[in-house]
């Protein structure tokens, strides 16, 4: 009994713990970099990068063994008043080919195995190619999560405005409530009319209904982060506060690394167009059968293997062209870098000083909503003498409500300035 005590705890611990989970900025930012069928590809894509570097090593190191088979017939025309006649005699008179290109005929199958000599810098060239391209993809991805975790954390941050909201227009309404029950005995004993009853219910209403619109768009926001985040839809209680914290400069931002890397593979392009320019030298060997007549042609089993050397001479410039394009490429990618350095110091300092402009307001706002609390417990105990109307309550609450609403606008607008500097600054 005592250990199914223990096991039902243990079981009940781990559901709050996920039901927990499920409620943070942090759960959804794992969920949607797990879900995310983009970056299921890039893994995979990554896996076929490293494929490729199987298959270059194949086509230029490995021995390439291939079986042909051919059998050719050269028939003569009018020979010897035959219309068709397939002879290694043929008359003076007869239409055909040389017999000396053809003899009549080929009967030809041969294994062949070749293999590329001295051509490790192509191969090397062709492997810092891939690696390029790899780097690429590795580097798309990386963009794509922080993409992913800008996107979820906007998201978070509006839906939890919604719940903040909600709970405002919760306890608004709470007091609404035992205030329409003072002033239900205050009109009982002649001390308010009964339109002020009517009038601050009238309100109470009106706030319902708010509420409930408010209820609505916070549900439709929050399967709007299950759905990015590529996660079934679960029931929460809370969401948790938004906690994350302005990101520290990284040693090299993002676009100093995709830079980096846009210029190697202009590199590594050149480089493999320039391969074909390399001087080849290529191993081949056959053996099989390689006859001309069919007498004897089981005598004509036998082998050959030879060097072949392929070396280019003239193109029409093609290499000089090539070179110079790469060159002005290289020179376009160095005013985008640049460019990119100013608008990112620009932005970083715009976001920094909107944040110390709201941060500033904030404290200020503050101060005017304690005030302004002061005063709405003061009209509380003066409503409950009758002393003022309901309309001047109902000003003041409407006055505190606005600029609680303006507070919880201001605090949104801080952490999505928090989130859009740790978008760039990076």
């Known amino acids: 009994m005592k250990q199914l005590l223990i096991l039902v705890f243990v079981f009940l611990s781990s559901s709050f713990v996920v039901a927990q989970e499920n409620a943070t900025l942090d759960y959804f930012v794992i969920k949607a970099k797990e879900n995310a069928p983009i970056l299921r590809e890039s893994v995979n894509l990554l896996k076929i990068g490293e494929l490729q570097n199987s298959i ?3 086509q230029n190191k490995a021995f390439q063994v ?8 050269a028939p003569y025309f009018n020979n010897n008043g035959k219309i068709i006649d397939v002879t290694t005699t043929p008359s003076a008179n007869a239409f055909g080919y040389d017999l000396g290109i053809t003899n009549g005929g080929l009967y030809s199958a041969q294994i062949n195995v070749t293999k590329n000599l001295f051509n490790q810098a192509i191969t090397d060239n062709l492997l810092f190619q891939n690696k390029i391209q790899n780097n690429t993809i590795a580097l ?26 909600e709970d405002f227009t919760k306890e608004i309404l709470k007091d609404l409530e035992k205030r329409l029950q003072v002033v239900e005995l205050l009109v009982k004993r002649a001390v308010l009319m009964e339109s002020d009853y009517l009038l601050l219910q009238l309100d109470i209403e009106g ?13 439709a926001a929050i399967i709007q982060l ?29 676009y100093e690394k995709k830079f980096e890397n846009d210029s190697l593979q202009i590199v590594a392009n050149q480089k493999v167009f320039e391969n074909q320019y390399k001087p080849q030298v290529t191993a081949y060997a056959n053996t099989g059968l390689n006859a001309v007549e069919i007498p004897n042609i089981y005598r004509r089993f036998g082998a050959s293997a030879g060097l072949r050397l392929t070396i280019p001479i003239y193109d029409g410039k093609q290499r000089k062209y090539n070179a110079q394009q790469s060159l002005l490429k290289a020179e376009s990618l160095a005013f985008y870098r640049e460019n990119a350095k100013i608008q990112l110091d620009n932005n970083l300092k715009s976001i920094e000083q909107q944040i110390q402009a709201l941060n500033n307001n904030m404290m200020l706002l503050d101060k005017q909503l304690k005030k302004q609390q002061n005063v709405l417990e003061i009209y509380k105990g003066k409503l409950v003498q009758g002393q003022i109307s309901i309309v001047d309550y109902l000003n ?10 303006t507070k919880l606008q201001m605090q949104t607008n801080y952490w999505l300035l928090q989130s859009q500097y740790n978008y760039i600054n990076w």
């Open 56 to 58: 270059i090593l194949a």
């Open 66 to 73: 291939n079986a042909t088979s051919e059998v050719l017939v």
């Open 226 to 254: 299950y759905s990015l985040s590529g996660t079934p839809i679960e029931t929460i209680e809370k969401l948790e506060a938004p906690n994350f914290n302005s990101a520290l400069t990284p040693l090299q931002f993002f």
């Open 140 to 165: 798309s991805s990386e963009e794509i999560q922080h993409n992913i975790i800008k996107n979820i954390t906007d998201a978070y941050i509006l839906t939890y405005q919604l719940q903040l909201q």
């Open 207 to 219: 706030k319902k209904l708010e509420l409930q619109q408010i209820q609505n768009n916070l549900e």
């Open 396 to 405: 003041v609450i409407q006055n505190y409500k606005l600029n609680s609403y």
